[in-house]
């Protein structure tokens, strides 16, 4: 995309409702799980921060939403992926759009790197 999006919601507009819809329900996922996170666009996706550190990116396509959480979090949940037949590589995951999103397993994979992110800082 060549867009320069200044926000989140800016970034959602240019995708089907449905898509939005999705893309709002992750968005609100990631949110719960800490009130430190702090919402931008890096490389022009949506993506939080915590603590001042790169948290988690998302973007959306035609057939997916990818998934960004860093190479150790693809490495620590790819058994996760297998099983759940989603298509990954080491450094995202693919959630079908005709699929309901894996809430349990994307606050998992947040819980982890905020954790890592903290083990890190000490």
Do not use: C, W
């Amino acid at each position: 995309m060549t867009n320069t999006f200044k926000n989140t919601n800016e970034y959602f507009l240019l995708f089907p409702e449905e898509t939005q819809e999705k893309l709002e329900e992750l968005r609100k996922n990631i949110l719960a799980q800490s009130p430190d996170l702090e919402e931008y666009i890096g490389y022009q996706m949506p993506a939080f921060k915590y603590k001042g550190k790169p948290l988690v990116y998302f973007a959306a396509y035609k057939n997916h939403i990818g998934f960004y959480p860093g190479a150790e979090g693809i490495k620590t949940f790819e058994k996760d992926f297998k099983e759940g037949n989603y298509k990954f590589s080491k450094g995202a995951v693919q959630f079908p759009i005709t699929k309901d999103l894996p809430l349990d397993l994307i606050r998992r994979i947040v819980a982890f790197r905020i954790i890592e992110i903290d083990q890190k800082k000490s």
